[in-house]
């Protein structure tokens, strides 16, 4: 689990605009380039091409 403290500072690193858990706490996404950063073993992965292109609204949440 990633703690609010990290959440606070972690920033998209292709926009640096902030960036928030979705719903099943398993990836932090950029909701201004619309990308997906995975979380593995409670470690997120904040790499471009690593990241998951959102394509539909209901993937947001």
């Known amino acids: 689990m990633i703690s609010q403290a990290l959440l606070d500072i972690l920033a998209c ?3 640096k605009e902030a960036v928030i858990m979705n719903d099943s706490q398993d990836g932090l996404i950029c909701e201004t380039c619309r990308l997906l950063y995975e979380i593995l073993d409670d470690i997120p992965v904040m790499l471009i091409d690593e990241a998951t292109s959102l394509d539909d609204d209901d993937q947001m949440s």
């Open 13 to 15: 690193p292709k926009c």
